[in-house]
T-cell receptor, first 119, second 114 residues
């Protein structure tokens, strides 16, 4: 089954450093997302991306965050100057809009996540 | 708003028993999805139920949706030790501009003892 892949699986970074988390969404998907989960807390929406632009973002997604789809396959999340509170698991997700069968256009598929620890 | 609140927060059962987890939400939804997360791992999609559906089955999973009560339940029948994980409901709000954004609940930690 196609899957969303994320790299790195773990990253430790110093406070103030820039971090780029990478994702390869499922190939025929057109909507892309980043979510995060602080340890022991809910999974929170950060941003959605469609047609090469941000379609929606949460209040968490401030100027320190940016997303990019540099080519036809990768989708990246950049944190410009990391803070301790950015430590979390970051999930990339993708969705198709093609309703080929059942719910395939509605189901959002998540990657394994990237653990980010800011020290 | 506290969209997607699950109960119980933790559930401990013996292998072979059924596990029922509930989810409540506050706003109108387009669909509700259940995910499983093994400790420290990714979110695995289990089942999606649309707002105009009342019940769906997938293998040992049964999901119900009551839009009048704004609640859903996930039933895992004949549980196995491998079902041990956290289970989350996630709602997609009704309306045209959500672009599929999901709002997650806190999750239910299920432990199945062999």
């Amino acid at each position: 089954e196609p899957e969303v892949t994320q790299t790195p699986s773990h990253q430790v970074t110093q406070m103030g450093q820039e971090v780029i988390l990478r994702c390869v969404p499922i190939s025929n998907h057109l909507y892309f997302y980043w979510y995060r989960q602080i340890l022991g807390q809910k999974v929170e929406f950060l941003v959605s991306f469609y047609n090469n632009e941000i379609s929606e973002k949460s209040e968490i997604f401030d100027d320190q965050f940016s997303v990019e789809r540099p080519d036809g396959s990768n989708f990246t999340l950049k944190i410009r100057s990391t803070k301790l509170e950015d430590s979390a698991m970051y999930f990339c997700a993708s969705r198709s809009i093609r309703l080929l069968d059942g719910n395939s256009g509605n189901t959002i598929y998540f990657g394994e996540g990237s653990w980010l620890t800011v020290v | 708003s506290q969209q997607g609140e699950e109960d119980p927060q933790a559930l401990s059962i013996q292998e072979g028993e059924n596990a029922t987890m509930n989810c409540s939400y506050k706003t109108s939804i387009n669909n509700l999805q259940w995910y499983r997360q093994n400790s420290g791992r990714g979110l695995v999609h289990l089942i999606l139920i649309r707002s105009n559906e009342r019940e769906k089955h997938s293998g040992r999973l049964r999901v119900t949706l009551d839009t009048s009560k704004k609640s859903s339940s996930l039933l895992i029948t004949a549980s196995r030790a491998a079902d041990t994980a956290s289970y989350f409901c996630a709602t997609r709000s009704a309306g045209g501009t959500s672009y599929g954004k999901l709002t997650f609940g806190q999750g239910t930690i299920l432990t199945v003892h062999p």
